[in-house]
């Protein structure tokens, strides 16, 4: 049994450790130094080196990273009414090649509720599986 042929089936999903071009450019957006749209080149540019990589060494699931995330759930409460994301307090994690300083985001509510009521996310995934049904059959 080879490397590439091990006695068990895995993927490998969600977060890849960033490069230092992209945190370099996320810490230049925080800073207001670079736009959106720089930001987005090099996240585009990581993603395409990754994919890249990934298919050299013979992955057959394939993940962007999730480079275009600053944490693995902030993008998404970012985006709900009321939610404020700001700094918190900074933690150093200990390496081999040195201190990791993360400062894990804060969160503050300033309306109750959401622009999406649980009825209605009910019935987005209801549509999307009588599609399933159309297509695939039950």
Avoid at 22 to 44: G, H, M, N, P, T
Avoid at 55 to 82: A, K, M, N, Q
Avoid at 117 to 134: F, G, I, P, S
Wanted: hydrophobic share 35%; net charge negative; glycine share 6%.
């Amino acid at each position: 049994m080879s490397s590439l042929d091990p006695p068990f089936r895995a993927d490998h999903v969600g977060s890849l450790l960033r490069p230092k071009p992209l945190l370099e450019a996320r810490d230049q957006f925080r800073q207001q130094q670079i736009s959106k749209d720089q930001l987005r080149e090099v996240e585009d540019r990581s993603i395409r080196d990754v994919v890249n990589k990934q298919e050299s060494v013979g992955l057959h699931s394939i993940t962007d990273g999730e480079y275009r995330r600053t944490f693995f759930y902030i993008d998404f409460l970012e985006r709900l009414e009321g939610v404020t994301v700001s700094g918190a307090i900074e933690t150093k994690f200990k390496r081999q090649g040195g201190d990791i300083n993360f400062a894990p985001p804060r969160l503050s509510v300033t309306v109750e509720g959401n622009d999406i009521t649980e009825d209605q996310q009910w019935a987005k995934l209801e549509r999307v599986v009588a599609t399933a049904r159309e297509v695939w059959g039950d």
